[in-house]
């Protein structure tokens, strides 16, 4: 059973197009985090969202906290080719040390 | 500043062959440690965590194990490698009492043949 689910698995655009992606679970998360990674690294954090609706701002990037903190986004807006890689979430659930990943997104943007 | 060490980066091993990937933290104390495998281009798959020496949770049954000798150093092995191990293995650290960020070594690339 996979407890965080990602959508789209993959996504393909075009340099300057937005585009939204979604971190969805049934669980309750105390916080949930954002990385970025590139093909043979590590998983480098983005950001952390705490509570329930709260937005932060990372430049281009927007991610938001669901109001129950079950589920988050995160927006890019106009994409550029350095924006390409692989984009998890993850979190520990509430009252566990259990920390998992999301199923990942892959974004490929096109020059 | 703390620091995360994996070694090696990678791995080529046959079938039926044991393994050890040994992960260390430094600059920090009673770090909560994590094992990973990666599937190319797929999320995290959890593996074992620990919250101490001696104490290991495993989340996937599977013919590896993991065991924390020292506060620090946290293991992964294999008493005999099948082609289905084959993968991206990441070590990670995090203090869930200050924050559940976790942070990454560079990860070990094994390919059992």
């Known amino acids: 059973t996979q407890l965080l689910e990602q959508s789209p698995q993959f996504l393909s655009i075009q340099e300057g197009e937005n585009l939204t992606v979604y971190c969805n679970s049934s669980?309750?998360?105390?916080?949930l985090q954002w990385y970025r990674q590139e093909p043979g690294e590590g998983p480098v954090l983005l950001v952390t969202?705490?509570?329930?609706?709260e937005v932060k701002k990372l430049k281009r990037l927007t991610f938001q906290f669901g109001d129950a903190r079950k589920d988050s986004s995160l927006h890019i807006t106009a994409a550029q080719p350095g924006d390409t890689g692989l984009y998890l979430c993850a979190g520990a659930l509430t009252g566990t040390y259990k920390y998992i990943f999301g199923t990942g997104t892959r974004l490929k943007v096109l020059a | 500043s703390q620091t995360i060490h994996q070694w090696p980066a990678t791995l080529v091993q046959p079938v039926g062959s044991p393994l050890s990937l040994e992960c260390t933290v430094e600059g920090t104390s009673n770090p909560n440690l994590y094992w990973y495998r990666q599937a190319a281009g797929r999320g995290l798959q959890l593996l074992f965590y620990?919250?101490?020496?001696?104490?290991i949770s495993s989340e996937v049954p599977q013919n590896l194990s993991a065991s924390r000798p020292q506060d620090r150093q946290f293991i992964l092995s294999s008493k005999k490698l099948l082609l289905s191990d084959s993968g991206f293995y990441l070590c990670?650290?995090?203090?869930?009492?200050?924050?559940?960020?976790?942070?990454f070594g560079q990860g070990t690339r094994l390919t059992v043949v």
């Open positions: 969202v705490v509570t329930g609706g």
């Open positions: 669980s309750v998360f105390s916080s």
């Open positions: 990670a650290w995090s203090l869930l009492r200050g924050g559940t960020e976790a942070f």
């Open positions: 620990s919250i101490g020496i001696g104490q």
